[in-house]
C-alpha cells in the first residue's frame, strides 16, 4: 500500500482535461515539493512536474502541478491520444530516517 | 546526450545474490545524487536507495535495509546495487536515475531503461 493516495484511473474525452490528485502527510507533501511522472506503455518513467509546479524544458504547459496543505493535484489540458500513460506523484517523506514515496499510480484514458 | 544503462540483471534463486550496475554517461557524474528505482510486474515505482555525491549519505527503503548496498564509483562513472539475501518480492525491473536534490526538494531527473531481476527457484 502506497503512503501517497492516488485514484486508479481517470478519463476524459480527447480535447478534455483531467486532474490526478496525490494525497499524503505531514511528513512527506506537508513539508517537501512534489514531482510527478509519465510512464507511456512500454516506456521508462519521465519527469512531468518538479518542485511542485514546474515544467521541465520540453513538457507541454498543457500539464500543470499544484500542491495545497498535504495534498497535490496534476492537471492536464487539451487531452491527447498520446498523453494514455500511468501518472505517479512523488515526494521525500521525512519519517524513518528520511526515503523517497511514490503514489500508487493513475491510469489516464483518453475515450 | 544524458545516458543511463543499467545491466547485471537476471534469474536468481531465493537466498541468493546479485549485483547491478548503472554506467553513466553525457553528464558530470560525480556531481549527482543517484538512486535505484524499482517496478515489480504489472505494478507501481518504488524507490529502492540513493547516495549522495561523495558516497557518504545514502538511504534505503525499509524492506531492503540490511540487504542491499548501494555504491558508485566516480572514477568509473558508475552506480552499483549489491543485493544479497533476495525475495521473491524482489522481483522487478530496477532503473537507475539521475537525481535532483536540495532543501525540502528532491526528484529523479534522468532514468534508465532498467535491468530485470527475477527471484524464483
Known amino acids: 500500500q502506497s503512503v501517497l493516495t492516488q485514484p486508479p484511473s481517470v478519463s476524459a474525452a480527447a480535447g478534455q482535461k483531467v486532474t490526478i490528485s496525490c494525497s499524503g502527510s505531514?511528513?512527506?507533501?506537508?513539508?517537501?515539493?512534489v514531482s510527478w511522472y509519465q510512464q507511456l506503455p512500454g516506456t521508462a518513467p519521465k519527469l512531468l512536474i518538479y518542485?511542485?509546479?514546474k515544467r521541465p524544458s520540453g513538457i507541454p504547459d498543457r500539464f500543470s502541478g499544484s500542491k495545497s496543505g498535504t495534498s497535490a493535484t496534476l492537471g492536464i489540458t487539451g487531452l491527447q491520444t498520446g498523453d494514455e500513460a500511468d501518472y505517479y506523484c512523488?515526494?521525500?517523506?521525512?519519517?524513518?530516517?528520511?526515503?523517497?514515496?511514490f503514489g500508487s499510480g493513475t491510469k489516464v484514458t483518453v475515450l | 546526450e544524458v545516458q543511463l544503462v543499467e545491466s547485471g540483471g537476471g534469474l536468481v534463486q531465493p537466498g541468493g545474490s546479485l549485483r547491478l550496475s548503472c554506467g553513466a554517461s553525457g553528464f558530470a557524474f560525480r556531481s549527482y545524487w543517484m538512486s535505484w528505482v524499482r517496478q515489480a510486474p504489472g505494478k507501481g515505482l518504488e524507490w529502492v536507495a540513493n547516495?549522495?555525491?561523495?558516497?557518504?549519505?545514502?538511504y534505503y527503503l525499509g524492506s531492503v535495509k540490511g540487504r542491499f548496498t548501494i555504491s558508485r564509483d566516480n572514477a568509473k562513472n558508475s552506480l552499483f546495487l549489491q543485493m544479497n539475501s533476495l525475495r521473491a518480492e524482489d522481483t522487478a525491473k530496477y532503473s537507475c536515475?539521475?537525481?535532483?536534490?536540495?532543501?525540502?526538494?528532491?526528484?529523479?531527473?534522468?532514468w534508465g531503461q532498467g535491468t530485470l531481476v527475477t527471484v524464483s527457484s
Open positions: 518542485d511542485n509546479d
Open positions: 505531514s511528513s512527506n507533501i506537508g513539508n517537501n515539493y
Open positions: 512523488g515526494t521525500w517523506d521525512d519519517s524513518l530516517g528520511g526515503h523517497y514515496v
Open positions: 536515475t539521475r537525481d535532483v536534490q536540495g532543501r525540502y526538494k528532491y526528484h529523479f531527473e534522468k
Open positions: 547516495i549522495n555525491e561523495d558516497g557518504r549519505a545514502i
